[in-house]
T-cell receptor, first 114, second 117 residues
């Protein structure tokens, strides 16, 4: 059974700092890994998706890496801003079939202080 | 031009009632999902439908019955609501298309916060 763990559970940083969020998963037989952002009382916004054959994806100040063999992914946020404050969720997709589930971690709650 | 929409956004009801949550996507996706986010913010899959057919049915009480009238809609009906059903329910959709750069990316609706009193 796939389990996804995110460390740390909460993180508070001053504005402008670069930071790394960690995600680990127990079963390396994944199809892809997706990072989401969730604002309080809101839905999930997809940030980055990494296919199992890829090692990283970048979007603006965000960079996500994937090391499938060790069961790890990191989300790097450069030059953090107060608007980055949210909960960041990591989720892995089991296999290449329609409808296969995403297994989520519990999230990292990020606060960027002005 | 909302991609995945859910109604209602908030639902407050008494124990024992029956209620429905509706979900619609206009992305042309063929797969839709229901997830439950509990009070500890942990998200867990409940159901998945592909082309109107049930693909995933996790260990969910059979008081929960999903219905997919067409590929763009996946509704969730809950009978005899219990206190423990209070949670935020998220609908999501994706397109199963292997080989594409962003294939299988799941897009989520805004959620329905259900409170059972």
């Amino acid at each position: 059974k796939q389990e996804v763990t995110q460390i740390p559970a909460a993180l508070s940083v001053p504005e402008g700092e670069n930071l790394v969020l960690n995600c680990s998963f127990t079963d390396s037989a994944i199809y892809n890994l997706q990072w989401f952002r969730q604002d309080p009382g809101k839905g999930l916004t997809s940030l980055l998706l990494i296919q199992s054959s890829q090692r990283e994806q970048t979007s603006g100040r965000l960079n996500a890496s994937l090391d499938k063999s060790s069961g790890r992914s990191t989300l790097y946020i450069a030059a953090s801003q107060p608007g980055d404050s949210a909960t960041y969720l990591c989720a892995v997709k089991a296999r290449e079939t329609s409808g296969s589930r995403l297994t989520f971690g519990e999230g990292t709650q990020l606060t960027v202080n002005p | 031009d909302t991609a995945v929409s859910q109604t209602p956004k908030y639902l407050v009801t008494q124990m024992g009632n029956d209620k429905s949550i509706k979900c619609e996507q206009n992305l042309g996706h063929d797969t839709m999902y229901w997830y439950k986010q509990d009070s500890k913010k942990f998200l867990k899959i409940m159901f998945s439908y592909n082309n109107k057919e049930l693909i995933i049915n996790e260990t969910v009480p059979n008081r929960f019955s999903p219905k997919s009238p067409d590929k763009a809609h996946l509704n969730l009906h809950i009978n005899s609501l219990e206190l423990g059903d209070s949670a935020v329910y998220f609908c999501a959709s994706s397109l199963w298309s292997s080989g594409r750069a962003r294939s299988n990316e799941q897009f989520f609706g805004p959620g329905t916060r259900l409170t059972v009193l």
